[in-house]
């Protein structure tokens, strides 16, 4: 019994050792046309095809031994873009295995070089001449729940973030280049900002003595604008609608309903705004259960 015991234990370590972490964000599923096999691999140094539609991206963060290998990786990436029809995969970020994590983790979007459509997801339309860049930041529900923390752009506070929150901040001073949190310690995460761009930056709490410590990633804007729309989206649905006599409806969590009033939060850019609104402007008010 024992040894029966130890075989399967020893079979789910070899398992889960052997399995990289892969995770896909689909934007549009067709037919697969292709073997795994044939699907075209554009290397992160060159140059994407003039024409295609983007149809997901997909994350794999190398695990275990065999799948570690650069070869493994893209397989995986392979496979999960057979799945939803592209023929091509575009490499758009490498990270070589170091002494933190021996395994290759690549990023990459999944393509349709037959199609010609959306090619990168955008969640802010910036204007040519812009002399700003925009700063997503969100904070997926997680660990240290409890645990708020300002962020900021080198001598600029941009916000506080806490769980299942998100905020867009335009930058106009893009020569600072650290974005940084403190809680019991101060972590700093490098970022280099250019002018007409848009970029994604999630927020987390890791690990501490005391209160845990800040986590602050700077992610692919594919990635980023998938996790960033999941938690605006999902907030935006857990809220009340007010209908006023003129037809608008508004987005709020209802805080208390008085006899001439309603008090309200609301969501500008991202920040939790106290107002009201009087009762003799309200047409219908509809409240999530």
């Not at 490499?91 to 933190?100: A, G, L, R, S, V």
């Not at 860049?133 to 997926?140: F, Q």
């Not at 990635?223 to 003129?246: A, H, P, Q, R, S």
């Not at 991202?270 to 402007?281: F, Q, V």
Request: a positive charge.
């Amino acid at each position: 019994m024992k040894k029966i015991l130890s075989a399967i234990v020893t079979t789910l370590i070899l398992c889960f050792s052997c399995s990289p972490k892969v995770t896909t964000y689909v934007r549009k599923s067709t037919e697969a046309t292709k073997p795994k096999d044939n699907i075209r691999v554009y290397g992160i140094y060159e140059q994407e095809p003039e024409k295609y539609e983007m149809l997901g991206v997909v994350k794999v963060d190398g695990r275990g031994s065999e799948n570690c290998k650069y070869s493994g990786v893209i397989d995986h990436a392979r496979i999960e873009a057979h799945k939803i029809g592209g023929d091509a995969i575009k490499i758009t970020k490498h990270f070589m295995p170091d002494e933190y994590n021996t395994c290759h983790r690549i990023v990459a979007k999944i393509i349709d070089t037959k199609s010609n459509g959306i090619k990168d997801m955008q969640l802010t339309n910036i204007p040519d001449t812009a002399n700003y860049s925009v700063l997503h930041l969100y904070r997926p529900s997680g660990a240290g729940f409890l645990v708020t923390y300002q962020v900021n752009l080198g001598d600029t506070a941009l916000c506080r973030m806490e769980n299942n929150t998100y905020n867009s901040v335009n930058v106009t001073n893009i020569n600072d280049s650290i974005i940084w949190a403190r809680t019991e310690v101060k972590v700093k995460t490098p970022i280099k900002l250019e002018k007409g761009n848009e970029y994604f930056i999630k927020c987390m709490i890791g690990t501490g003595f005391f209160v845990g410590r800040p986590v602050i990633e700077v992610v692919d804007n594919n990635i980023g604008y998938y996790e960033f729309k999941k938690i605006k989206d999902g907030n935006i649905e857990k809220m009340d609608t007010i209908i006023t006599k003129e037809g608008k409806e508004i987005k709020c969590i209802i805080r208390q309903i008085e006899k001439d009033r309603v008090k309200i939060f609301v969501y500008r850019n991202g920040e939790k705004a106290g107002g009201y609104i009087k009762r003799s402007d309200i047409k219908e008010i509809k409240r999530k259960s």
